[in-house]
């Protein structure tokens, strides 16, 4: 195998690792795709069709946590189907500069909100939380898929967080539920762009190799991981990409 497609492979299997635990692939796979040479839209489109691979080995790497989220997972199916398909909509016909000034502020904020969660639940004692059935919470599952269809960069925060503001549920479970969701969006997604994008595909193939396997071999690590660990680390890596986002959209 070239240096090239090696180097992506290796990027995806990181990636892939990464998205299942914090997920934040595309902090890993969409700057590889840059210095690989790929225009911004391309690595964009192309990124978003490897991450399909991710989604599939977390699901099948995460049977033991969607164990009895059957129901749930119907409902986010078919928001997260929904909401791909728009935001590849979006991504197809419309100009990103708009959408994507506001990715810093939903990233760093979506990171922030997770970080409190235990404080916000305590705050909340007595009070009535947020219905995970609630036109509220399925408006935001919906709204996450949109942008994950859209731009896709830290998808997997936004989705994370949303979930465990209105769930009491281990956080390991609900990981598992927000890998779940986000690779339905991307899939629906990667269809359009598969049709009508600029897939680099001697990119793309590599990349998804990476994703499949790092996909599939994180659940395994991260069920392992302490809940307030890996809220730390979902937090941190959170607003270091925000960070960079910034800098690259304000700068």
């Known amino acids: 195998m070239p240096v090239e497609p090696l180097l992506l492979a290796l990027a995806g299997l990181a990636a892939g690792f990464v998205s299942v635990v914090v997920g934040l ?3 890993v796979s969409y700057p590889a795709l840059l210095a690989a040479g790929l225009p911004p839209v391309a690595a964009n489109v192309t990124n978003t069709v490897s991450l399909t691979a991710a989604g599939i080995g977390a699901t099948l790497g ?3 946590e969607l164990a009895g989220q059957g129901r749930r997972m119907r409902r986010m199916a078919v928001l997260s189907a929904l909401g791909g398909a728009t935001g590849a909509a979006l991504l197809l016909t419309t100009p990103a500069d708009a959408f994507e000034a506001l990715v810093p502020v939903l990233v760093g904020g979506a990171s922030l909100a997770l970080l409190l969660q235990p404080r916000l639940r305590r705050l909340q004692a007595g009070h009535h939380h947020l219905r995970e059935e609630g036109p509220l919470v399925m408006a935001g599952v919906y709204c996450v898929a949109v942008y994950g269809g859209y731009f896709g960069a830290a998808a997997g925060v936004l989705m994370l967080a949303l979930l465990a ?11 598992a539920a927000k890998n779940t969701a986000a690779g339905v969006a991307n899939a629906v997604a990667s269809l359009a762009f598969v049709a009508l994008g600029p897939v680099d595909w001697s990119a793309a193939v590599p990349l998804a190799l990476g994703f499949l396997a790092g996909g599939s071999v994180g ?10 660990v890996l809220r730390y680390a979902v937090c941190t890596a959170g607003i270091g990409l925000a960070l960079v986002l910034a800098v690259q959209t304000y700068g």
């Open 25 to 27: 692939a595309s902090l």
């Open 62 to 64: 995460s049977r033991v």
């Open 219 to 228: 659940p395994a690590v991260a069920r392992r991981v302490p809940q307030d």
């Open 165 to 175: 503001a209105a769930s009491d549920e281990a956080l390991h479970r609900l990981n």
